[in-house]
């Protein structure tokens, strides 16, 4: 059980265009959501944490309008890289908390590579 | 979240038992010790996690030290695929995750 996958695993874009990364929690309701990334031997960084119907707290630093996150139902968040740029090439992995556990498990992780 | 300190790595021999230690001295009473686990360019794993008793399950043991400023993780038998970035997180109940360094763990046949 608790399974997370995210789509795609990987693309590839040119600089200016946006990019839609899906997370969905595949046998739990997660009314928690996370959205992580990480550069090239580097650890993760929190982006942004997401409930199910409201909106997303963003970590300092982390642009709301560049990253915007949706968190629609209980097994689906959705993060969008807006007008992606060169720097914005990483790891970009979710995970999904129960309502009722403490634990987070984590998807497979999504690269992007923007030219 | 308490911060942890983790050696930056670790070799170990496989199928021998594989001992991760982990500080977190200034953790406070409502947050829990949890391991996670990343083999390369996948996400993290969830392994264990416990706020002041020892903890067993299929993957590993850990065991937390009665003042909880310091935790070890067991993998009872070490195998080639457990070689893998070691995370200990200290969290509370908000459950946000800070990811450190971590221990790099190599298993060597």
């Known amino acids: 059980g608790a399974v997370v996958s995210q789509h795609p695993s990987w693309v590839i874009c040119k600089s200016g265009t946006s990019v839609k990364i899906e997370c969905r929690s595949l046998?739990?309701?997660?009314?928690?959501m996370f959205w992580y990334r990480q550069f090239p031997k580097q650890s993760l960084m929190l982006m942004a944490t997401?409930?199910?119907?409201?909106?997303?707290?963003?970590e300092q630093g982390v642009e709301k309008d560049k990253f915007l996150i949706n968190h629609a139902s209980l097994t689906l968040s959705t993060l969008t890289v807006t007008s992606a740029h060169p720097e914005d090439s990483s790891f970009y992995i979710c995970?999904?908390?129960?309502?009722?556990?403490?634990?987070?498990?984590f998807g497979p992780g999504t690269r992007l590579l923007v030219l | 979240d308490a911060k942890t300190t983790q050696p930056p790595s670790m070799d170990c021999a496989e199928g021998r038992a594989a001992n991760l230690p982990c500080n977190h001295s200034?953790?406070?009473?409502?947050?829990?010790v949890y391991w996670y686990r990343q083999i390369h360019s996948q996400g993290p794993q969830y392994i264990i996690h416990?706020?002041?008793n020892n903890e067993t399950n299929e993957m590993a043991s850990l065991i937390i030290t009665e003042d909880r400023k310091s935790s070890t993780l067991i993998l009872p038998h070490a195998t080639l695929r457990d070689t893998a970035v070691y995370y200990c997180?200290?969290?509370?109940?908000?459950?946000?995750?800070?990811f450190g360094a971590g221990t790099t763990v190599t298993v060597r046949a």
């Open positions: 995970s999904a908390g129960t309502s009722y556990g403490e634990t987070q498990y």
């Open positions: 997180i200290a969290s509370s109940n908000d459950y946000k995750l800070s």
């Open positions: 046998d739990f309701q997660a009314t928690t």
């Open positions: 997401s409930n199910e119907g409201s909106k997303a707290t963003y």
């Open positions: 416990g706020l002041k």
């Open positions: 200034t953790i406070s009473g409502n947050e829990y």
